[in-house]
């Protein structure tokens, strides 16, 4: 069946690049999605790729996309304290539904 | 501004009730969807909407229902029938073509006591 899959924890340290990575089923997605979420709050969307595309660099963000083996990641360079939250890849599922992963909490320590 | 508004934030109700939780947007979108998000669990898709008067079951819609009467508007009912309604309810919208990223609203955290 359709599975997102993350890693559930990432620490990392102010000022170091951060590389979530996110594994999926579904081959047949047109786009990939990266949200953030704070806490108590809604998820906001980070970026996506096109699938034809292997990178997308979007200032401090790059997503890196890798079909072959369905891996998916999102690098943040500079990581910042602002930057600590609850990262989801999602992948296309039914009709117009997503398909979220279980999220990687990434905690920044100055 | 265009934007989508879930209400209430908190939300708590007596075990056995009924309870309906409010979603709209203003951005013309013409798909909705209602997620439900515990702890260690990522997003479950409950229900989702591509067009007025039509939806379809996410993959834990049991014990839900939804109607789409308007565009706008995409409310949850949460019956008595949901064995374990306790947690974070996030509704969401998007066009139905091309790149649909999904416009979030603020959640609404139900507690069932």
């Known amino acids: 069946g359709e599975d997102v899959e993350q890693s559930l924890f990432l620490s990392v340290r102010e000022g170091d690049s951060s590389v979530i990575n996110c594994t999926y089923t579904?081959?047949?997605?047109?786009?990939l999605y990266w949200y953030k979420q704070e806490p108590g709050a809604g998820l906001q969307l980070l970026t996506y790729?096109?699938?034809?595309?292997d990178m997308k660099q979007d200032q401090r963000l790059t997503v890196l996309l890798n079909k072959k083996d369905k891996h998916l990641s999102l690098r943040i360079a500079d990581t910042q304290t602002g930057d600590s939250a609850i990262y989801f890849c999602?992948?296309?599922?039914?009709?117009?539904?997503?398909?979220f992963g279980k999220g990687t909490t990434l905690s920044v320590s100055s | 501004d265009g934007g989508i508004t879930q209400s209430p934030k908190y939300l708590f109700r007596k075990e056995g009730q009924n309870v309906t939780l409010s979603c709209e947007q203003n951005?013309?979108?013409?798909?909705m969807y209602w997620y439900r998000q515990d702890p260690g669990q990522g997003l479950r898709l409950i229900y989702y909407?591509?067009?007025?008067?039509?939806?379809q079951k996410g993959d834990i819609a049991e014990g839900y229902s939804v109607s789409r009467e308007k565009k706008e508007s995409f409310p949850l009912t949460v019956t008595s029938a949901q064995k374990n309604p306790t947690a974070f309810y996030l509704c969401a919208s998007s066009i139905i073509s091309g790149d649909y990223g999904y416009t979030f609203g603020s959640g609404t955290r139900l507690t069932v006591v």
């Open positions: 579904d081959s047949s997605s047109t786009y």
């Open positions: 999602a992948e296309e599922g039914a009709g117009t539904a997503l398909i």
């Open positions: 951005l013309n979108h013409d798909a």
């Open positions: 909407s591509q067009i007025v008067n039509d939806f």
């Open positions: 790729i096109f699938s034809n595309m």
